[in-house]
């Protein structure tokens, strides 16, 4: 049997799945909002990315998505090929985008970000052609 927790604990694989619900939505509209195609399979039509292509290009490219990926889920290894990175790709899209009760959380993490930073500039930025362009959270 697992460790015994007190009342109103909850455990770590619990938080770490919060935690990774959390930053990934976070992550997943500052890429929403920096959709302008530079990289990805339709470059050259211009066309935007739908929600699905954001989270597997995430999953493939996005080294923060990687590093906290490592970090909530201990004692595993980042997959080296493609199709094992598309996978995680569609499985947050499929568990935390595509699920409604949890894609309600990304407009109340920007409310989050603003208490905790009153009065500062709120700024994320990418890379777009090899240049670094800001935008507003």
Known sequence: ????????????????????????????????KANTNAKGKHWKTKKKLSKL???????????????FWLKFHPGKT????????KAIGTAFYKSNVADSRRSGRRSKLNE????????????GYYFHQGKKVKIEI
């Not at 980042?78 to 990175?85: A, L, Q, S, V, Y």
């Not at 989050?112 to 700024?123: D, F, Y």
Request: glycine fraction near 8%; aromatic fraction near 12%; charged fraction near 25%.
């Open 1 to 32: 049997m697992g460790s015994q927790l007190k009342k109103g604990e909850t455990s770590q694989s619990t938080q770490n799945r919060v935690w990774y619900s959390y930053y990934g939505l976070h992550l997943f509209d500052l890429m929403v």
């Open 53 to 67: 292509d954001l989270c597997r290009y995430m999953a493939e490219h996005h080294k923060p998505f990687r590093a």
């Open 78 to 85: 980042f997959p080296k090929h493609e199709n094992g990175r």
């Open 112 to 123: 989050i970000v603003k208490m905790l930073t009153p009065g500062k500039k709120r700024e």
